[in-house]
């Protein structure tokens, strides 16, 4: 009797212990996930406080005491900036000028609509190919998707023609199949293409590449030529010599030729007039891309702004600063 009574307190002890065991590994299992959640709560909380501060530096940099009539890469905004708020944090923050590149957002076809696009697009690649010919394959490829994503291609035979949604920002360029490194890396098409601004280009911050872009008649010693006239053609440092207004532009050799002929002087070749409508001196779209770093880990975010400029007694002109946009880049 008393041996079956050893017995089931043993296993009422055995049970006990189980049981036990149980609550402590759930413990324990609840423990790490709190420990986990709570180091990338932080880490969350980090990356937000770096995105802000790197944000209102890009800001602070954009907005100069002064606005003048035209934006070059001449002033304070165009240089990298680096910082640190706290150990094993680090932040770089990269003001572009949006209106330097291409738009394929709504509005950025101008008067030749979606052709004019296309050939836009067109130049674009055939002068990134020859610059870059290790990568020939891929941006033949890499346009094919782009033109496809925003419906420019012609419609089959007795198909409807393709309605794809409008670009909001570049992201959208992943659903054709296009990778981020290809959108938002070093060489990607954030260096050239926008959904930001008017449409029109700022001839004053537009890469060769996107100069050459502009009208077929545009050679590529002539978008050199352009972009050298107006100093560093890196567009990192340097000494600029900014185009103070778009008819400045018929000063670099080679967009309005002309010729005498019995003494008569005649226009043979007037680029300017066949691109006025599209270029300009001025900006219409910044962005703030905040690269950050904490604890390892890599996170990017832009944000869009539109510039306005404002009159203040006894203060001259001023440049103030509307949000547009904020995005995530996700890897």
């Known amino acids: 009797m008393r041996q079956r009574e050893r017995g089931v307190v043993l296993l009422f002890v055995m049970a006990a212990v189980a049981v036990l065991s149980v609550i402590a590994v759930e413990l324990a299992s609840r423990a790490s996930v709190d420990v986990l959640l709570a180091s990338r709560s932080g880490r969350e909380a980090a990356y937000r406080r770096l995105s802000d501060s790197g944000t209102e530096l890009g800001r602070a940099l954009l907005l100069e005491p002064e606005a003048k009539a035209y934006d070059f890469l001449g002033e304070p905004w165009n240089r990298t900036t680096r910082f640190t708020l706290a150990p094993e944090e680090s932040v770089e923050v990269r003001i572009a000028d949006e209106s330097g590149k291409i738009k394929i957002g709504p509005g950025g076809q101008g008067s030749g609509g979606a052709a004019n696009l296309e050939k836009t697009l067109g130049r674009l690649f055939e002068y ?7 990568r020939t394959e891929e941006l033949r490829d890499v346009e094919s998707r782009v033109i496809l994503r925003l419906g420019l291609l012609p419609p089959e035979k007795d198909e409807p023609p393709s309605t794809p949604e409008p670009l909001v920002t570049l992201d959208g360029l ?18 050239y293409l926008t959904t930001f601004g008017d449409g029109k280009v700022n001839i ?18 002539l978008a050199g030529r352009i972009a050298a006239h107006r100093g560093d053609t890196d567009g990192e440092k340097g000494e600029y010599k900014p185009y103070q207004e778009t008819q400045d532009l018929k ?81």
């Open 251 to 331: 000063l670099v050799d080679g967009v309005v030729e002309r010729n005498t002929l019995d003494r008569e002087t005649r226009v043979v070749q007037d680029l300017y007039s066949k691109v006025a409508g599209r270029i300009s001196v001025r900006s219409s779209a910044f962005s703030i891309r905040v690269r950050m770093r904490v604890l390892g880990r890599d996170r990017e975010t832009w944000t869009f702004f539109e510039p306005r400029r404002e009159e203040r007694a006894g203060e001259g002109s001023h440049r103030t600063l509307r949000r547009l946009a904020h995005e995530e880049i996700l890897p």
């Open 174 to 191: 992943r659903e054709a199949g296009i990778s981020p490194s290809q959108i938002f890396g070093e060489k990607g098409l954030s260096r």
């Open 128 to 134: 990134l190919r020859r610059y870059e010919p290790g």
């Open 204 to 221: 004053n911050t537009a890469p060769p590449a996107v100069l050459y872009a502009l009208h077929e008649e545009m050679g590529i010693a």
